[in-house]
């Protein structure tokens, strides 16, 4: 069984019920999120053990989170406990031309205060087959950017392989910030998950509108193995066609289409990184890595909240073809 770490921020996530505005909400559905967790738990649930290290409160809330995970197969050891509070992520879930909304609250938050000592990543990482970070996490503030520092120090040295997804939030962090920091840490990455508009926003590449393009550039500037991205397009928050690009020294690979009739769109990119890595780590050729990865995500937008629960089985149906819906009997 292959293991998979991941780093990054855990957050309470407060979520309107159906379609209703912040406004209108008179209570809120609460569960526990991050970008990096997400992709731990869609990692359980195709077979691999799956780390999140972070670090949350010791007051029951953090410990709440840490049981929200453990209950999709995450393995905790790793989260340290300390800290004021858990960062707090309000959504508001779109429909049709009105699109999603997120507030963020995640001033003081215990990750912030993050010690490098409090992280021995030698131990964590030890037998470990793959780390994955997003680019949320840097975003964070030098404590976190330091942890993190040292962890692919750490993955480095020890050949673990690396996944970054950019994750660039405008609400976290500005442009000139993100992009001076993030370009430091990509020499470290074997696998970056980002946008066409991420590469000419943070690093200066300029592709003509070309994702193909763009992520060849990416792959040569920074020495990336593959570069991945989503090609959507949204016809409104409700309907939206998504493909996968992946490109590597090999050439570039591209996923069929497909249209999505979305209930939650949050976490689909993170469903994306999943199916990835899933596929690289368990050797899949190229075509079928961006394939999965695709089918992956596409699932991803039936399920409410921000954890891909489906199997592998169910995305290979989907891959051959099963894009019915119909009753399973």
């Known amino acids: 069984m292959k293991k998979v770490v991941t780093f990054g921020e855990l957050l309470l996530s407060l979520c309107t019920k159906g379609h209703h505005r912040f406004v209108q909400a008179g209570e809120f559905v609460a569960r526990y999120t991050g970008a990096e967790a997400n992709v731990a738990v869609s990692l359980s649930h195709f077979g691999l053990e799956t780390y999140a290290v972070s670090k949350v409160p010791e007051h029951e809330i953090g410990q709440a989170c840490i049981n929200y995970l453990r209950q ?40 912030r205060e993050a010690r490098r000592e409090e992280f021995d990543w030698r131990r964590i990482l030890s037998g470990k087959d793959w780390f994955h970070f997003s680019g949320t996490a840097p975003a964070l503030g030098a404590n976190v950017r330091a942890v993190l520092a040292d962890a692919l120090n750490a993955a480095r040295e020890m050949g673990v392989p690396v996944s970054c997804d950019c994750n660039y939030r405008s609400k976290l962090w500005g442009v000139e910030e993100a992009g001076r ?13 980002g946008g ?45 066609h998504l493909a996968g690009l992946l490109c590597a020294h090999a050439g570039c690979f591209t996923s069929r289409e497909y249209e999505m009739q979305i209930v939650d769109r949050v ?28 089918a992956a995500s596409c699932l991803k937008h039936s399920v409410p909240g ?15 073809g099963d894009a019915s819906g119909r009753v399973q009997r």
């Open 72 to 111: 999709y197969g995450v393995n905790t050891d790793h989260v340290v406990r300390g800290g004021e509070r858990l960062g707090v992520l309000y959504l508001e879930t779109g429909a049709s031309q009105r699109p999603s909304k997120v507030i963020y609250d995640r001033a003081h938050s215990s990750i």
């Open 181 to 193: 920091v993030l370009a430091d840490l990509m020499p470290f990455v074997d696998c970056f998950i």
């Open 196 to 240: 066409r508009e991420d590469a000419e926003k943070l690093f200066g590449i300029g592709a003509g509108g070309s994702e193909s393009n763009a992520a060849a550039q990416l792959r040569d500037r920074f020495g990336f193995k593959w570069v991945a991205m989503t090609l959507r397009h949204g016809v409104s928050a409700s309907v939206s």
């Open 267 to 294: 976490g689909g990119g993170d469903a994306f990184t999943s199916g990835l890595v899933y596929g690289l780590l368990t050797g899949f050729e190229l075509q079928r890595v961006i394939e999965f990865a695709t």
């Open 306 to 320: 921000d954890f891909n629960l489906v199997s592998v089985e169910e995305v290979e149906q989907l891959i051959a």
